[in-house]
């Protein structure tokens, strides 16, 4: 079975910051759901182990939703806040015998029995693909992960744990403000093995509107040019910006504004030409290509 995730994606990620009751949760999962945002990602660590179970309570609201829903998570990461005690310092485990804990975890704070997609959060230096392949094997075997990613792998991580497993994806940071998967190969591996990146911080954070660094500024001077051009919002821009890629991105959003993630939905009918992305380029790199 093939996976299917929303053209756009809504990100957990912040979802603790938002101080929401467990309707107001809700409610956000449903109008993301009547725009088409159907996918949302997660991670053990977010809101500091917390956030997962925020959606949980959430979902168990509403019986049946979560069959309407794709549940992306990740782990791999471990942190040390009181919340984890055994963890002495921030460090990778991608050992067989954390991911599964982590899964089971995962599975329980979000009141579900399965994860369409798991993904290794950042790439270990210690990951040894055959012992986490074989993780992976028997996770899909009982049903509890669908299908597996990474997050944040070079190429060449990539290529030696897909060389083990089917991976379906890479998420990776992209904007104008974060050009270098572009350049380096990330990119170019997706699109030669059809595999669609997903892309977090697709908004630089925030930072695309917010930031006051030189090329925060310069990136958001041209898109008030462009906006003013296209009729098109600056959230919009920069969401066709990201889908414009030939990699075919699955952008992340990570605003709690329903209105963003119409902005973004938006983009879906925007096709920048070559002429304006590389407006946009140029104004993250500060300077022409070369
Ligand atoms: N794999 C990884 O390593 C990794 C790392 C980071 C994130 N992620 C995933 O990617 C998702 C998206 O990341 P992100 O949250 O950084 O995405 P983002 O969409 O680039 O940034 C969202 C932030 O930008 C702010 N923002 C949006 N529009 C704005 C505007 N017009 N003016 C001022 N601020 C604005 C939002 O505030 P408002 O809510 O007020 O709009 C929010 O704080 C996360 O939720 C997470 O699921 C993955």
Known sequence: MSLALSRIIAGAWRLDQWQWSPQQRLRWVEENLALGISSFDHADIYGAYTVEALFGEALALAPGLRERLQLVGKCGIRLAVPARPGNLIHHYDTSAAHVRASVEQSLAALRTDRLDLLLIHRPD????ADELAACFEALRREGKVLHFGVSNFSPAQFALLHSRIPLVT????LSPLH???????????????????????????????????????????????????????????????????????????????????????????????AQQWYRLWRAGAGHDVP
């Open 170 to 173: 890479n998420q990776i940071e």
């Open 125 to 128: 230096a210690l990951l040894e």
């Open 179 to 273: 050009r270098q998967p572009l350049h380096d190969g990330t990119l170019d591996q997706c699109q030669q093995l059809g595999l669609r990146p997903m892309i977090w911080s697709p908004l630089a954070g925030g930072r695309l509107f917010t930031g006051e660094d030189d090329a925060a500024r310069r990136v958001q001077a041209e898109l008030q040019r462009l906006s003013d051009e296209l009729s098109v919002s600056a959230t919009t821009l920069a969401f066709a910006w990201v889908l414009r890629h030939p990699s075919r991105p699955l952008p992340i959003i990570g605003s709690r504004r329903i209105e963003a993630a119409r902005e973004a939905v938006a983009a879906l009918q925007l096709k920048l030409d």
